[in-house]
């Protein structure tokens, strides 16, 4: 069965339109929370429930001159009625044919999830008709739509006769994102044009141009991007100058940052670029690109970046020139989960362009802002009357064309207004995923009310409020309103302004995979299962328990608090190692009695290994906390605190020689079986009988025999998982077998105990 995605018309008008004072919203910040019961309550709520076989929407298109709104979704285009979503709805159904799904199932694709058409290009084209491209079933396909001048007219058709090739417009694959642009009856489309999601490029499409596109096989031009925006900004008012500028994230290229980083970028285009003459035919040549960067400083000097860019929205200004740009972001880490919104302005990112280019002598130089000559007219330059010289990119000198061509990218990166985050979210089990802002007049001026989509099905109303001066601001969290009854991740977000109702569109794909970070820690993970030196519960339960599993339990990061009982002069293995393969472990120390933390460092005796800490030959002044931190881009989580206890050897000693004499024991042994029903494990006296067998077992000069006790415990303990037996049960099956062993062992004598301790499980 297909899963249902649904379409939300959320109203907005009666709560934005109230009382807004700024003053007010500062002292007394109305936070409200609506759950979906408040919000269908409200009926601020409409809901289209979807068709049953059509999942996954892909794109949206507001028309509101005609007050529609399209929809692309799976084999089908839908049309709803502006002012009401569930009334007078229109439907096209554009299947791939059956040979297409055929040749699509051969090569290996899932007939329900690829095979079918998912529309991923839905744009106005002329007066008429609108331009709709989806993946064919691995076989990009586009058509014109009939959809009249007028809204009376009623038409909504599919011109099936005239079907076009969708390479360069729609993705093959549906999971990955196009993000496209149709003006003047061309179509600009940053997406993957091979079957195998390979070849990722910039197109200009349609029109009675040859197609243009990056160049091909270059990670310095695109390196595996995804694209989430293409707008067109005028540089003046010439039109000659206006460019298409694309927003995307992408890998870092290499020698640009240690190991495999993601960064946010924005590219710019010239509209009237048609490729190089003798070289970069029918290629770009004033494409450029430069990093997005939303950081805030973190502690050990290492910046956050919120590098996953995941949407664009551009704020119209009086200028068109200079909307405000404001950027969804997410952290790349699988551990911590970041979201933050950054706004840039225009006049930073030219600056930027007209910066120095990035440049480096060979695959293993440095990055370096290029300090040579720049040939003219300067590379990233539309050809026109404004900045002179040149008639189009055909005319454009040799050495211009060679210079484009190794130099795409800028040295310098986009820093946001105030050089920060306007909203960070970091303490939350979701992300931010789409964002629109509105103009709303209040009494007292004008504020931007950002609406942002979460996967979770939640949408945040945010608005930004000045403190002092507009350089200053400070985010205030209107609502939180829960769209969606089961938690969805919203892919799409449309704000309809012209009509009577202000109305908040909203998209929501369910179990497409989009986004989904899962916090959970893998706690040394040796052997791949974790023995956990547990003395004082003094359990072999917990004593060997698999942790992953306790992981699994809890579904979410927690802080370990763990005691290690180590010997004077033997080795200790602290065990630590974050789930994301990406982080590093940074440890600290904290000696017993002092405050601070210090940095731990390595020698020949202290080692750091990917599971944790060796320690060798024990020295007691290792007493102390260690804290396991987990450091992924500038992040640090502390995963695991652990005290960390070393006997001395003459004090070990003392225990032992008292463990071999019976009369030292004869309190504890007459103690032990005397607290019969109540459990054994849990009265302090005990503890110190369980402490010293632990001891003598973990000290032993066979660590294999741990291992072995272990193993015999998690087997016993899979085996009960599998007869469901309950866990509580279990655990008390354990207390009394062994409750039984030790009542055993005391019969049996001191001086076999610790060995016949050792080889009680088997016997169990
Ligand atoms: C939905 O799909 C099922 C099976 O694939 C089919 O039998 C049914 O006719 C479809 N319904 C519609 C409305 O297309
Ligand atoms: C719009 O484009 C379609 C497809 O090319 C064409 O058939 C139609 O005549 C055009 N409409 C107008 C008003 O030019
Ligand atoms: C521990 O090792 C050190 C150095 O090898 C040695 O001098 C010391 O005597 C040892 N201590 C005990 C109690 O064995």
Redesign the pocket.
């Known amino acids: 069965m297909?899963y249902l995605c649904r379409i939300l018309l959320l109203l907005t008008a009666t709560v934005l339109l109230g009382r807004m004072d700024a003053q007010q919203a500062k002292s007394n910040v109305p936070r409200l929370k609506l759950s979906y019961k408040e919000m269908l309550e409200s009926n601020n709520l409409v809901t289209f429930n979807g068709?049953?076989?059509?999942s996954a929407y892909h794109t949206f298109l507001l028309d509101e001159e005609r007050g529609r709104l399209f929809v692309g979704a799976k084999d089908h285009i839908l049309s709803f009625d502006l002012v009401d979503i569930t009334m007078n709805n229109q439907l096209i159904?554009w299947p791939p044919s059956s040979t297409r799904r055929d040749e699509c199932k051969w090569a290996g694709k899932d007939l329900q999830k690829e095979c079918a058409n998912f529309i991923k290009v839905l744009h106005p084209y002329n007066s008429t008709h609108l331009y709709a491209c989806g993946t064919g079933a691995f076989h990009p396909v586009c058509a014109y739509v009939e959809v009249g001048k007028r809204p009376e007219d009623n038409i909504f058709r599919l011109e099936s006769s005239h079907m076009e090739n969708g390479r360069g417009k729609s993705p093959y694959d549906p999971k990955l994102l196009t993000a496209s642009l149709l003006i003047d009856g061309e179509l600009y489309a940053g997406t993957s044009a091979d079957f195998m999601g390979r070849d990722f490029a910039i197109f200009r499409t349609l029109g009675e141009h040859h197609p243009i596109r990056t160049e091909q096989h270059d990670s310095r031009w695109l390196n595996d991007p995804r694209f989430v925006g293409v707008h067109l900004i005028p540089e003046s008012d010439n039109p000659e100058d206006d460019k298409i500028y694309l927003f995307f994230r992408e890998n870092a290229i290499d020698g640009e940052h240690a190991g495999k980083a993601t960064h946010a970028r924005i590219g710019q285009l010239c509209k009237n670029d048609f490729g190089g003459h003798r070289s970069l035919v029918n290629k770009w040549t004033t494409f450029l690109k430069a990093r997005l960067v939303c950081s805030v400083p973190g502690f050990n000097g290492i910046d956050t970046h919120f590098d996953e860019l995941q949407d664009v929205f551009l704020m119209s200004s009086k200028d068109p020139k200079n909307p405000v740009i404001y950027a969804v972001f997410t952290t790349s880490s699988n551990i911590f989960k970041g979201s933050a919104v950054c706004m840039y302005n225009m006049a930073d990112v030219r600056r930027v362009f007209l910066g120095p280019y990035a440049h480096r002598d060979g695959p293993n130089y440095q990055w370096v802002p290029f300090l040579g000559r720049v040939p003219y007219p300067r590379p990233g330059t539309c050809p026109s009357k404004t900045f002179g010289g040149f008639d189009s990119t055909k005319d454009l000198p040799d050495d211009v064309i060679t210079f484009a061509r190794s130099h795409p990218a800028m040295y310098n990166p986009v820093y946001p207004i105030n050089n920060r985050p306007i909203i960070i979210k970091t303490d939350v089990d979701y992300q931010f995923t789409q964002l629109v802002v509105d103009k709303v007049e209040a009494e007292d001026g004008q504020y931007d009310v950002m609406f942002i989509g979460t996967d979770i099905g939640t949408v945040l109303k945010v608005v930004s409020i000045p403190r002092g001066t507009w350089h200053d601001l400070e985010e205030v969290l209107l609502e939180e309103m829960t769209v969606f009854r089961q938690p969805t991740v919203i892919t799409a977000m449309e704000l309809s302004t012209k009509q009577v109702n202000r109305q908040l569109f909203i998209l929501f794909v369910l179990n497409c995979n989009l986004i989904s970070h899962q916090l959970a820690i893998k706690n040394g993970q040796l052997h791949g299962e974790t023995r956990r030196q547990d003395i004082r519960n003094g359990d072999p339960l917990t004593q060997c328990s698999d942790l992953q599993h306790e992981d699994e339990l809890q579904g979410r990061s927690v802080l370990l608090d763990k005691t290690v009982y180590g010997v004077e002069n033997s080795s200790t293995f602290l065990e630590c190692s974050p789930k994301s393969q990406r982080a590093l472990t940074y440890w600290q120390y904290q000696r017993q009695g002092e405050d601070r933390k210090q940095e731990i460092k390595w020698d020949d005796r202290v080692l750091a290994t990917d599971q944790g800490l060796l320690i060798r030959s024990l020295q007691p002044r290792d007493s102390g906390i260690f804290y396991c931190h987990a450091v992924e881009h500038g992040f640090m989580q502390t995963l695991l605190r652990l005290t960390l206890q070393v006997i001395a050897a003459d004090h070990l000693d003392e225990l032992l020689h008292r463990n071999n004499d019976p009369t030292a024991l004869a309190p504890l042994s007459s103690e032990a079986p005397g607290n019969s029903g109540a459990n054994p494990l849990g009265s302090s006296t005990n503890q110190k009988v369980w402490y010293r067998d632990f001891l003598s077992l973990l000290n032993h000069p066979n660590l294999n025999s741990v291992d072995d006790l272990c193993e015999q415990v998690w087997k016993r303990e899979r085996k009960q998982r599998r007869q469901k037996a309950h866990m509580m049960q279990a655990s008390q099956q354990h207390a009394n077998k062994w409750k039984m062993l030790q009542e055993n062992n005391n019969k049996k004598g001191r001086n076999r105990r610790t060995h016949e301790q050792q080889r009680a499980p088997r016997s169990v």
Not at 51 to 54: D, E, Q, T, Y
């Open positions: 297909d068709l049953a076989n059509s159904s």
